[in-house]
């Protein structure tokens, strides 16, 4: 899939003119991009239409104008959208109660190297996460958000085009499973067989 390049970010100005328009657009396009595996795991999965909306609600948020940083943002977020064969997943672990929230994030360090998907039978594939993840470990508590990658072979491709596929988290103190519902994985073969 093709990275964002600076061309195609419109300016402060020119994004409010079509903010209302592009949130409509991407409230849309998410609602078969999420998948929730109960009781607080949201995952998103990325795509360039995803992507973009992030960096010109960051540019947007952050007031920038600067050409340095607005092409900071543009390198960071284009690592989130996915490769030929690879989905992108932002993990996001959705606790309400604040109180609630830090007691539970200490005994869900790690949880990011326990995402798998299940296609049918016969592959069983373990998400990837980037190296921001791994201070997890360090602070003793996860993050509230997590990146993701899931590379798959031309035969899994193929197989995920026909078989069912579950998404399963298999972390010592989070254990849950759910079905890819269908409208999300038509969105996602796309994303696996865009250059």
């Known amino acids: 899939m093709k990275k964002i390049t600076r061309d195609e970010i419109l300016n402060i100005y020119e994004y409010e003119k079509v903010r209302p328009q592009k949130v409509e657009e991407i409230i849309k ?23 973009w909306f992030q960096i010109q609600e960051m540019i947007r948020s952050e007031r920038m104008v600067k050409e340095e940083e607005i ?24 606790i309400p109660d604040a109180s609630e929230r830090k007691r539970i994030l200490p ?40 990146f993701l ?15 069912q596929t579950k998404i399963e988290i298999n972390h010592p103190n989070y254990k849950a499973m759910t079905l890819l519902p269908e409208e999300v994985k ?10």
């Open 149 to 163: 990658k899931v590379k798959f072979t031309e035969e899994q491709v193929e197989d995920f085009k026909k078989e």
């Open 29 to 51: 396009l998410k609602k078969n991009r999420r998948v929730f595996i109960e009781p607080w795991i949201h995952l998103v999965f990325e795509n360039r239409e995803t992507v």
């Open 186 to 195: 038509q969105e996602l073969i796309k994303d696996l067989t865009s250059e």
């Open 71 to 94: 092409q900071q943002e543009i390198d960071v977020y284009n690592e989130l959208i996915p490769d030929k064969n690879e989905l992108s997943i932002t993990m996001f672990i959705e």
């Open 107 to 146: 005994q869900l360090v790690g949880i990011h190297d326990h995402l798998y998907l299940h296609i049918g039978n016969k592959h069983t594939l373990r998400a990837v996460a980037d190296e921001r993840s791994k201070e997890d470990y360090e602070y003793g508590k996860a993050a509230v958000v997590h």
